[in-house]
């Protein structure tokens, strides 16, 4: 009978590996996921981050302190509430001023994170593809392909009513 044989991951692709819910959303520009842990520091470090946008207060651990630190990166925090048990928590006013980072080019590359990288990043981005015309059916399915299997009802309700105009008041 046939064996079958894997080779040991090589040491120096070890280390990168990226943070669950992982994607860039702007080629080479704004990247999305879930908070980073220390396994995922080299990999982020390839990235050359500018600017993380927490959408959460979560504490970070010493090692995604010492990556921002000694990469010089800026940190910026919005806090988003969750939309949750079909309701909408996210205000409009922290909604805008997180898509105003993300439409910084000074920010870039940027990458964006929540806890899980599902929810709050996926509104956020849902909405930055609002500003960019993308058709909602395909803003709808991205949203889903990281959200799924716990796509939220307040979440969707708050892309569908999202009006990129809404923005010129906040900037």
Partial sequence: TPTKRTAECPARLRSLIPPPNFGATKSSAVYRSA????????????????????????????????????GDINRLRVDIAPNKDGKVGTTWDSLCEALLHVLDAANYPLHIHCNQGRHRTGCVIACLRKVQRWPIEDILAEYRSYADP?????????????????LFDYA
């Fill in 150 to 166: 716990k796509a939220r009802p307040g979440d969707i309700e708050l892309i569908e009513k999202f009006d990129p105009n809404c």
């Fill in 35 to 70: 908070f980073p842990q220390d396994r995922n520091i080299e990999f982020l470090k390839t990235l050359n981050v500018k600017t993380v946008l927490c959408l959460v207060a979560t504490e970070p651990s010493e090692s995604y302190n010492n990556w921002i630190k000694q």
